[in-house]
């Protein structure tokens, strides 16, 4: 059974950092594109990131260039986003997804990260 | 890096048809046929309805439906349920990003 299970999410102050994790199983990791959305309270859904298979090309949403790093461990079955200088805005739910758009998209349930001001 | 334009709002009553509009721009929607359509409902994570414009995959039932003109892709849901009361969301393929649409809230009358 595919599983995407997000951690790290929680209460951070602004300009602080927080480290998401994404563990995967019941696929081949490390042949899937996997991204990160997110959703503000009561809003739309938001593309942040994405990954290639490899970990070798990463591409970020205009609003958190700079400041997010999304990596992967293969070997670890694990996609990471690292948040820096955190703003207001940046409070939602992020959700960890493999290959967004495509077949076999599949989400996990999301991590809240709240940050305060 | 603009959302995608969807009416904030769409209605039916059970039985009838309802189609949500997703208007980009041909860097977006225009220029790719990687438009995926998503149905949420409220604490759930979203669930792929429509990938590639209207291909569906298995278990979504037929009565949901894709397609795109130009610019604007669709998605049609016909013979409304009252399961399908949710938020809609298109996302297009852009390049090297993905870009949602701003979302359609679909109510079952």
């Known amino acids: 059974e595919v599983q995407l299970v997000e951690s790290g999410g929680g209460l951070v102050q602004h300009g602080g950092s927080l480290r998401l994790s994404c563990a995967a199983s019941g696929f081949t990791f490390r042949s899937h594109w996997m991204h990160w959305v997110r959703q503000a309270p009561g809003k739309g859904l938001a593309w942040v990131s994405r990954i290639n298979p490899d970990g070798g090309d990463t591409v970020y949403a205009d609003s958190v260039k700079g400041r997010f790093t999304i990596s992967r461990d293969n070997a670890k079955n694990t996609v990471y986003l690292q948040m820096n200088s955190l703003r207001a805005e940046d409070t939602a739910v992020y959700f960890c997804?493999?290959?967004?758009?495509?077949?076999?998209?599949?989400w996990g349930q999301g991590t809240l990260v709240t940050v305060s001001s | 890096q603009s959302a995608l334009t969807q009416p904030p709002s769409a209605s039916g009553s059970p039985g009838q048809s309802v189609t949500i509009s997703c208007t980009g721009t041909s860097s977006d929607v225009g220029g790719y046929n990687y438009v995926s359509w998503y149905q949420q409902h409220p604490g759930k994570a979203p669930k792929l309805m429509i990938y590639e414009v209207s291909k569906r995959p298995s278990g979504v039932p037929d009565r949901f439906s894709g397609s795109k003109s130009g610019n604007t892709a669709s998605l049609t849901v016909s013979g409304l349920q009252a399961e399908d009361e949710a938020d809609y969301y298109c996302i297009s393929y852009a390049g090297s990003n993905s870009v949602f649409g701003t979302g359609t809230k679909v109510t079952v009358l």
């Open positions: 997804v493999r290959n967004l758009i495509g077949p076999e998209a599949y």
